[in-house]
């Protein structure tokens, strides 16, 4: 049985009540559900809560040891030749913009528009990940949010708005 989490003013609490039928906007949160309490009349009690946010990852930087590499300014993508190393420096955020102090792995495919995939393991220590990838072949290499949490569980889930390389001959 799943359990119900009540959102409050004091944080959440576990609500062990029988009748789910009272809380509106149910939400998948850890194994439990997150939700507003309805009120005898329907009205939410706290209309004002937001659901938690999942973390975002964020590039601080990024390079290429090609020294006529191109490194957009808002550091989501990178032009660079074929067999160059790529280098990002990723942080996991939470919505204050604070990094997010975990130690954990994951992995992150790397997929080209005609198909190709390369699967690179993330491994962040402290929220803070070093990643590296060489590419060989051209084309155009993507890292997506969709990509990223599509085997993870829910609760681990993160925002992510996504990297493209550009390998060129």
């Known amino acids: 049985m799943r359990r119900i989490f009540i959102a409050h003013q004091s944080g959440l609490i576990d609500y062990k009540g029988e009748d789910p039928a009272l809380f509106t906007g149910a939400e998948t949160v850890q194994g439990g559900i997150v939700c507003t309490y309805a009120g005898a009349s329907g009205e939410d009690v706290w ?30 993508e990178v032009t ?6 790529v280098s990002a420096t990723i942080e996991l955020r939470d919505g204050q913009e604070s990094i997010v102090p975990i130690d954990e792995s994951f992995r992150m495919p790397l997929r080209a528009r005609d198909g190709r995939e390369r699967i690179l393991l993330v491994t962040l220590v402290g929220g803070i990940a070093q990643v590296e990838a060489v590419i060989a072949e051209s084309g155009l290499w993507q890292v997506a949010e969709a990509a990223i949490n599509e085997s993870l569980p829910s609760d681990k889930y993160m925002v992510f708005d996504g990297l493209s390389i550009y390998t060129v001959l």
């Open 47 to 76: 209309p004002n809560y937001a659901p938690p946010q999942p973390p975002k990852l964020v590039v601080t930087a990024l390079s290429s040891e090609d020294p006529t590499a191109l490194v957009a300014a808002d550091l989501s």
């Open 80 to 85: 660079c030749k074929s067999g160059a190393t």
